[in-house]
């Protein structure tokens, strides 16, 4: 990953949190995107960077085409390329079916949706160009598995393999992979303002999935790692 230019979405949570410390240690250009700035700012501030210009953050709203287009022009106008692109955004809201309003179905289906939609369909254009590039979209345990209290939520991450697939159909005589990662329950923020009752000790930590997508990264230049699985011991879905 020396040198490499990796636009992380969802920067600031747990997972792109854990995954850019990592890739900065690993000599990585990583540019910084989420929609809370101050977040962003107080990121980069904290990481281990050798030079100036291995940071680059910029403050996004990916459910906005006009911004994620921004985003992607900046990546390449400041660093001259995209070689990765990791969707770390997401939103859930777990209710009963009969529960979910309007504004939750909303939010979820244009974060988790259309967002990673946004990001994938405009990064994979500047990668086309190289005939070179690397996506990895975090689905969740819940892009594959259904599960009560999750319609909505399962709606979105089903959506989001979906198009993956569709993508990476097209995109593969470019020489752009995709990588779907189907995580469990990962402790980060993410539960912060889930209503349900979960014991967060025995979920993953962030830097399990972290190294997780940085060995799909580090994989020979002819593998495709298309899949990763990776559970809780406690809770395993089969």
Same mark, same amino acid.
């Given at each position: 990953?020396?040198?490499?230019?990796?636009?992380?979405?969802?920067?600031?949570?747990?997972?792109? /949190?854990?995954?850019?410390?990592?890739?900065?240690?690993?000599?990585?250009?990583?540019?910084?995107?989420?929609?809370?700035?101050?977040?962003?700012?107080?990121?980069?501030?904290?990481?281990?960077?050798?030079?100036?210009?291995?940071?680059?953050?910029?403050?996004?709203?990916?459910?906005?085409?006009?911004?994620?287009?921004?985003?992607?022009? +900046?990546?390449?106008?400041? =660093?001259?390329?995209?070689?990765?692109?990791?969707?770390?955004?997401?939103?859930?809201?777990? +209710?009963?079916?009969?529960?979910?309003?309007?504004?939750?179905?909303?939010?979820?289906?244009?974060?988790?949706?259309?967002?990673?939609?946004?990001?994938?369909?405009?990064?994979?254009?500047?990668?086309?160009?190289?005939?070179?590039?690397?996506?990895?979209?975090?689905?969740?345990?819940?892009?594959?598995?259904?599960?009560?209290?999750?319609?909505?939520?399962?709606? /979105?991450?089903?959506?989001?393999?979906?198009?993956?697939?569709?993508?990476?159909?097209?995109?593969?005589?470019?020489?752009?992979?995709?990588?779907?990662?189907?995580?469990?329950?990962?402790?980060?923020?993410?539960?912060?303002?889930?209503?349900?009752?979960?014991?967060?000790?025995?979920?993953?930590?962030?830097?399990?999935?972290?190294?997780?997508?940085?060995?799909?990264?580090?994989?020979?230049?002819?593998?495709?790692?298309?899949?990763?699985?990776?559970?809780?011991?406690?809770? =395993?879905?089969?």
């Amino acid at each position: 990953m020396q040198d490499k230019v990796v636009v992380v979405v969802g920067a600031t949570g747990g997972i792109g /949190s854990a995954l850019t410390r990592k890739l900065i240690l690993a000599g990585s250009h990583v540019v910084l995107a989420a929609k809370n700035s101050d977040r962003l700012t107080a990121l980069a501030s904290q990481l281990p960077i050798a030079n100036a210009n291995q940071v680059l953050t910029v403050p996004t709203d990916i459910t906005d085409p006009s911004q994620v287009e921004r985003l992607i022009q +900046k990546a390449v106008a400041e =660093l001259g390329q995209i070689d990765v692109l990791v969707n770390a955004a997401g939103a859930g809201v777990l +209710k009963q079916y009969n529960k979910i309003e309007p504004t939750d179905l909303d939010l979820m289906l244009d974060l988790n949706l259309k967002g990673s939609f946004y990001t994938c369909q405009a990064a994979s254009e500047v990668m086309k160009n190289r005939k070179s590039g690397h996506i990895c979209n975090i689905i969740g345990i819940l892009g594959k598995h259904s599960m009560a209290m999750a319609s909505a939520y399962c709606a /979105s991450k089903f959506g989001v393999v979906g198009f993956s697939k569709c993508m990476a159909e097209e995109l593969k005589r470019f020489g752009i992979k995709f990588t779907l990662f189907y995580f469990g329950g990962v402790d980060s923020p993410f539960w912060d303002n889930v209503s349900l009752k979960v014991d967060r000790s025995k979920m993953l930590t962030p830097e399990t999935a972290a190294d997780a997508i940085l060995f799909a990264l580090n994989a020979d230049p002819q593998a495709v790692p298309m899949e990763i699985n990776i559970q809780p011991e406690s809770h =395993l879905f089969f």
